[in-house]
């Protein structure tokens, strides 16, 4: 079983930069493609980007392209979330998963989630 570790959240000023890192061990990640989701309290865990194995293809939701990038390192077992303009909307706790399904975008094709890393950008 792969465990999954994000890092890199904090508090940050609208339009500034943050870089997360979620990083793999028990397994390698190097076969599958990965995502992030992110969730506020009382809602549900969205969708934000993925990256298929190889890093040639990389998929986003429509509020954060442009803005956010994936990249991934195989050899260091490791996928990335850069994250540049930031929005107060953007405010949420941060997770990465393996995807195991098909579709790139819904959660239930998802699995090994973080615990998360918390993301708060002011006015």
């Known amino acids: 079983q792969v465990h999954l570790v994000e890092s890199g959240g904090g508090l940050v000023q609208a339009g500034g930069s943050l870089r997360l890192s979620c990083a793999a061990s028990g397994r390698s990640i190097s076969s599958y493609a990965m995502g992030w989701f992110r969730q506020v309290p009382g809602k549900e865990r969205d969708f934000v980007a993925a990256?298929?194995?190889?890093?040639?293809?990389?998929y986003y939701s429509d509020s954060v392209k442009g803005r956010f990038t994936i990249s991934r390192d195989n050899a260091k077992n490791t996928v990335y979330l850069q994250m540049n303009s930031l929005k107060p909307e953007d405010t949420a706790v941060y997770y990465c998963a393996r995807r195991i399904g098909t579709l790139w975008r819904s959660r239930d094709e998802y699995d090994s989630w973080g615990q998360g890393t918390q993301v708060t950008v002011s006015s």
């Open positions: 990256i298929t194995w190889n890093g040639v293809n990389r």
